[in-house]
């Protein structure tokens, strides 16, 4: 008898955006002559830089001559992009990453996910509440989350993200093993200060722990006082990985591509309390079930380091936080209480009723899509998601349509 991975019957209800989907094609089929504005899921919608669509081209035609096509690539990323990551994104901010602790994949997505594998079926996991739902999710898929009680797992530590303390989250009162932060965040939009991380840095260090950090929206940050990297924090190294993303970056939704940071100096425990190398295991685990980011890709990616790449990148996350501002200000005008969006784009708002119950209002009066906060945990019932990565058009028209439903 072939038996399932029973973890997997733990998991609750469907997956948020298959429920968003589910309800938009729902509405669809009542009215099929309704324009819909969706501003729920984080997908990009500004066309690819043309730095990198010219390096896809160049990189394209390459694989069509016999004396430059390229078969399987290096599991850990061509070295060419891995150098230019290391120099622009991390020694140029003065921090210390090097080439060689750079794993290129096809998405932080897939990183946050797989890099639980690493870790004991045992090990204490906390993260934020709300959260992004994948972090979650793969930890109950691995059997450490436990019994589903009252709309929260029982081994899982959750880190309140509310009004009352600005979402940031407090330390843990118990000891933890494995702390999930990302920052700007999503779903919140909020971000942390060096001060603050550095607690989380300190914890970990205190307690053996390892921080997963999720920087995939860090370039839309433009406060000189927010970090754009755990390891601008002392230390960090010692205990954190972190995850970056080119899709909202440069707009890769559609290409797939990424990287993780392993730091050599960072390490994890056997039962005996012998440390063990987690970029070794990392690079095990990715030689071992994949086989790297395609060449073409990799070589789009690497022009978004050159200097017509960040000039183009630059403004396209410009008319996203431009998108951002007009959201805050109008929902702000209509009453609502807004979080996020200025170094973020995403908008927290506070809808004073049942998430569900808002996103069906919204899409009803309005024909407008966002994702419901309560499908992020607890603390994000009363609370909706709006994205700004639409056409600043469509964001005017639906601020309009909000404005007159409500």
Not at 227 to 244: D, L, N, Q
């Amino acid at each position: 008898m072939a038996r399932i991975n029973e973890n997997f019957l733990n998991l609750q209800k469907s997956y948020l955006f298959v429920e968003i989907s589910k309800r938009v094609e729902d509405f669809k089929k009542r009215y099929p002559d309704r324009k819909i504005i969706k501003m729920g899921i984080g997908d990009v919608t500004r066309p690819l830089p043309k730095a990198c669509i010219e390096a896809l081209h160049k990189a394209v035609d390459e694989m069509a001559k016999e004396d430059t096509f390229k078969g399987y690539g290096p599991e850990q990323g061509y070295l060419f992009l891995r150098e230019k990551i290391a120099e622009f994104d991390f020694k140029k901010r003065g921090v210390d990453i090097s080439a060689d602790e750079i794993f290129i994949s096809d998405g932080a997505k897939c990183d946050t996910a797989n890099f639980q594998e690493l870790f004991g079926e045992d090990v204490k996991i906390a993260l934020l509440d709300p959260v992004y739902p994948v972090y979650l999710d793969t930890n109950v898929m691995a059997g450490r989350a436990g019994e589903f009680r009252d709309g929260r797992y029982s081994n899982i530590v959750y880190l309140e993200c509310t009004r009352d303390n600005s979402f940031k989250p407090s330390l843990p009162k118990e000891r933890v093993d494995l702390i999930y932060l990302c920052f700007p965040n999503n779903p919140t939009g909020t971000t942390l200060t060096k001060e603050d991380l550095k607690k989380w840095v300190d914890y970990a260090k205190d307690n053996r722990s390892i921080i997963l950090f999720d920087a995939a929206y860090e370039a839309f940050i433009r406060d000189e006082n927010v970090p754009h990297s755990i390891f601008e924090i002392e230390g960090a190294k010692e205990v954190a990985v972190e995850f970056r993303s080119f899709s909202k970056t440069a707009g890769f939704t559609g290409l797939r591509c990424a990287y993780t940071v392993v730091p050599k100096e960072c390490v994890a425990y056997t039962k005996d309390g012998r440390p063990v190398s987690l970029k070794e295991l990392w690079h095990r685990r990715q030689s071992t079930k994949f086989n790297g980011v395609s060449y073409p890709v990799q070589r789009a990616a690497e022009a978004v380091y050159s200097e017509e790449g960040q000039k183009e990148i630059k403004e396209n996350i410009d008319y996203y936080l431009k998108n951002a501002e007009l959201i805050l200000k109008e929902m702000g005008a209509m009453g609502f209480e807004c979080y996020g969006g200025k170094n973020s784009p995403y908008v927290w708002v506070y809808g004073k009723k049942d998430s569900w119950e808002f996103f069906d209002e919204l899409l009803e009066k309005a024909g407008v899509v966002c994702t419901p906060g309560e499908g992020f945990g607890l603390c994000g019932k009363g609370y909706i998601r709006l994205s700004a990565f639409n056409s600043f058009e469509n964001v005017k028209e639906a601020m309009e349509r909000i404005k007159n439903g409500f």
